[in-house]
């Protein structure tokens, strides 16, 4: 058994360095062609165990042994880890808390079960060796086909939920998972099964608990007996804001308020909902949200008679009661609306026709719905192509309000009528017309309008001023003769208070008047006139008389006042009462003119004829004096018939040649011994080749004598008058001047009227007649009378004649030029 040879596999596996014979016993057992194994523990290697197989063979003649060996260390050491984990494996299997149940793949016969397996199933040894199905394992036999397939394909199965039946016949809810195993080549399938079932009880109510729960699209909540809160969905959090971590555990009545309608309602609720076991009712939660409307259905929880506590489903119904609300006032409100209403779809086909727009447009309901508005309502157009325009407008504006005319098959009617687009979300739904019958109206209004055309007609073309205001004082009325009274245009006044045309001075007894107005009854209509000042435009004021009428309707208060111009009525009234006044005096004047030339006449005829005159001379001289005297009283009584005749129009003037010079130089003459007495001298600048004019001869020597009178008059001692005639282009110019008292501008604008007599100079007797007189015979011939005049300077009258060359034309000329001086031109 020495060594002999080895090949490099046995030199490897023996750890030997040499070839060649050896000397070395090598034990072996000699079984004949048996395999052994044996343990070679070659120095310094693990211990390595081999297969040998021994021969004899004849080796260089002598018998010897074979043997082969093979290195199986890694084998045998996977086959004591087999060993050790099938050990392991078959404790698990028996003590394992799942069940495991090894069975034929084909015919699903047990081969083993564990003892888990054998105390949740409830069968016992007896099913080994019987058929799965046949022992009615499985609650649904196609199920192992399914898992056999599945094994088959993947080789394992994992966590699949199966039916499996109890030996009492229960079915239960097992997690089977499953791998094939393969026993003596045979293959099996070991299954393992977790029971599930309590788990998926267990799940199902917590599936109800939470994710059942919070599906609900209503509150839930649930409470104890004691009503504290146990369970509150996210509806619920919703809801009423409050979060589930901050209700549960609540008392109920700590988040909600049930909202009383009366006091104890909710004792009441309780009552009934304690009793019945449920309650369900609409109900207004005071919740931390506010106030909601819910709508409530408490249900008792209770099992074998025991009572566990309450759930309650809440459900918002806030929109609802609003729209309810919102529906009852529609409602409410449609039924109170007198008014045609009508709804259309967006392609205006009639779907809703109530009953006033049956009687608006006679047709009935029955009839219109489901018609085109327009086939069965035509709209009165002012122009062709206008409700085209009216449609296509509204479209794009949604809205639209007009009175219009709408012509049906029955008749005409006026209607006011709004179109209202119905939207919602931008999106159209149709339109709602109203539509209310104004006929009666309109043929009011336009009796109205034509009324008021006419009175406007009246009020425009009337020459007074006619001005209405509203109850805040402002005008709205202005017409034209209120314009031309007052210079403001319709324009401007319009909405402007009436205090604009009150002069300051009149404004607060105005404003006054107006408060007393507007406290008078109503209904009442004052009427007044009055005179007052008007303020225009340019701050000037004008006399007017207004009559007005003040009207109170209610709370309004309106004045209407029709104002006329008076300048010309107070100015002719002025005049009437200075002439009055004149007059008076006038009176007075002409009795003293009168009365002192008939005393000095009949005292000097009585001295003559009782002969107390002897002496011729003086006689001469007294006879002088009464012919002056005469003279005068018969001027006087001229000027006196001079006036009646003026006033009555028969004042004439004779025309004829007259030399003027002459008439000058006598007037100039007769005052001759009137000037000496006053020490006044008396000029003349009158050329000598005047022409003859043709003129009334008497009528201009009165105007001679008359100014030649006055100018002596009104100077004082050692004053000088001057006479002169000049002539001029186209006329003749006359002057009579003085260095007398003059007179001042006011004096000279009335100097000319009857009457008039300058007040400062009462002394000096007269009438006020000469100068009226003098200017109506100047004007009766076409000329011009004006005076020049400063007080305490003296005066100066002039007065042209129109002069046509008419006798002794041209050389006339001459003379005047030559005598014609620069104060003349000044004057002129
Ligand atoms: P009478 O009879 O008063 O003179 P007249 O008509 O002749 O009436 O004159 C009117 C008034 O005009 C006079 O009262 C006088 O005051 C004023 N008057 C007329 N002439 C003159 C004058 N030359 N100088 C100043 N005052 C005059």
């Not at 599945?150 to 039946?165: F, V, Y």
């Not at 109203?434 to 020459?463: F, G, N, V, W």
């Amino acid at each position: 058994r020495r060594i002999m040879f080895t090949n490099t596999a046995a030199e490897a596996l023996f750890g030997r360095q040499k070839k060649g014979p050896s000397n070395k016993i090598f034990e072996f057992p000699l079984d004949g062609g048996k395999t052994t194994e044996i343990e070679i523990n070659p120095p310094s290697r693990e211990k390595t165990i081999a297969e040998m197989s021994v021969v004899e063979i004849s080796w260089e003649g002598q018998p010897a042994y074979l043997a082969s060996l093979r290195d199986i260390t890694k084998r045998k050491k996977m086959e004591e880890a087999l060993r050790v984990s099938e050990e392991k494996f078959s404790k698990a299997f028996r003590h394992s808390p799942e069940s495991f149940v090894i069975s034929g793949i084909e015919d699903g016969t047990i081969v083993e079960a564990n003892d888990t397996f054998m105390r949740v199933s409830g069968f016992g040894k007896e099913i080994i060796g019987k058929k799965s199905i046949e022992a009615g394992m499985w609650a649904k036999p196609e199920e192992r086909a399914e898992v056999i397939k599945i094994l088959k394909e993947k080789g394992m199965i994992s966590n699949l939920e199966r039916r499996l039946r109890l030996k009492n016949g229960e079915t239960g809810i097992s997690l089977f998972s499953a791998e094939i195993i393969t026993i003596n080549d045979t293959p099996y399938m070991i299954s393992m099964t977790t029971d599930i079932t309590e788990r998926k009880k267990m799940e199902e109510k917590l599936r109800f608990s939470d994710t059942a729960l919070n599906s609900i699209r209503e509150g839930v909540f649930a409470m104890d007996k004691d009503f504290n809160i146990t369970r509150w969905n996210e509806i619920c959090e919703q809801m009423f804001g409050v979060k589930a971590a901050d209700s549960i555990g609540k008392p109920v009545g700590d988040i909600i308020t049930m909202v009383e309608d009366y006091p104890g309602q909710n004792e009441a609720r309780m009552k009934v909902l304690i009793e019945k076991g449920f309650n369900r009712e609409e109900q207004l939660y005071r919740t931390p949200r506010g106030e909601i409307w819910v709508d409530v259905h408490a249900q008792g929880i209770e099992e074998n008679g025991v009572h566990y506590g309450w759930v309650t489903l809440v459900s918002d119904i806030t929109e609802r009661k609003k729209t309810e609300e919102e529906l009852r006032f529609s409602h409410a409100a449609f039924r109170s609306i007198h008014e045609s209403i009508i709804a259309t779809d967006t392609q205006y086909v009639i779907t809703h026709w109530n009953e006033i727009s049956e009687k608006t447009y006679g047709i009935k309901a029955a009839e219109a719905i489901g018609k085109k508005l327009r086939d069965i309502i035509e709209i009165e157009e002012n122009l062709p192509g206008e409700n085209d325009r009216r449609f296509e407008r509204l479209e794009t504006d949604g809205y639209c309000r007009q009175e219009q005319l709408h012509r049906t098959k029955y008749g005409e009617v006026w209607v006011d009528v709004s179109m209202q687009a119905i939207e919602e979300n931008g999106k159209r739904y149709g339109w709602v017309i109203l539509a209310s019958a104004i006929t009666q109206r309109k043929l009011a209004e336009e009796a109205l309008k034509r009324s008021e055309e006419k009175y406007r007609e009246l009020i425009d073309t009337s020459s007074d001023g006619i001005i209405s205001t509203d109850s805040q004082m402002r005008f709205v009325v202005w017409n034209r003769g209120a314009e031309k009274l007052l210079g403001y245009t319709e324009k401007e006044m319009l909405g402007e208070s009436i205090m604009i045309i009150v002069p300051e001075q009149s404004r607060k007894e105005v404003a006054r008047e107006l408060i007393r107005s507007k406290q008078q009854e109503p209904g009442k209509v004052i009427s007044q006139i009055f005179e007052t000042q008007g303020q225009r435009k340019d701050c000037s004021q004008v006399p007017i008389e207004v009559s007005i009428s003040t009207r109170k309707s209610e709370d309004k208060y309106f004045i209407t006042a029709i104002m006329r111009d008076i300048t010309v009525r107070k100015e002719a009234e002025e005049k009437l009462r200075k002439i009055d006044r004149m007059k008076s005096e006038f009176l007075s004047n002409v009795s003293h003119e009168l009365r002192t030339p008939l005393q000095s006449i009949s005292g000097f005829t009585k001295l003559i004829m009782n002969g107390q005159v002897p002496d011729p001379a003086t006689q001469q001289e007294f006879f002088q004096i009464i012919d002056r005297e005469t003279q005068h009283l018969g001027s006087l009584i001229n000027g006196l018939l001079d006036l009646s005749r003026l006033e009555s129009g028969r004042f004439q003037i004779n025309r004829r040649p007259t030399a003027l010079r002459e008439a000058m130089i006598d007037t100039i003459k007769s005052f001759q011994t009137l000037a000496r007495d006053k020490n006044i001298t008396l000029n003349e600048e009158i050329p000598d080749a005047l022409p003859e004019m043709d003129v009334d001869d008497e009528r201009m020597r009165q105007v001679f004598f008359n100014l030649v009178s006055n100018a002596i008059k009104y100077s004082d001692a050692g004053g000088s008058v001057t006479v002169r005639a000049k002539g001029l282009p186209g006329e003749l110019l006359f002057q009579v001047s003085d260095h007398g008292i003059g007179m001042s501008p006011e004096a000279m604008k009335h100097l000319f009227e009857r009457f008039y007599r300058v007040e400062e100079n009462p002394a000096r007797s007269g009438t006020g007649l000469g100068l009226y007189i003098t200017k109506q015979i100047i004007d009766a011939h076409e000329g011009r009378i004006w005076v020049e005049s400063k007080v305490n300077q003296g005066s100066t009258f002039s007065f042209t004649l129109p002069y046509h060359g008419k006798g002794g034309n041209g050389h006339g000329k001459k003379n005047i030029n030559h005598r014609r001086r620069p104060s003349d031109i000044k004057a002129r």
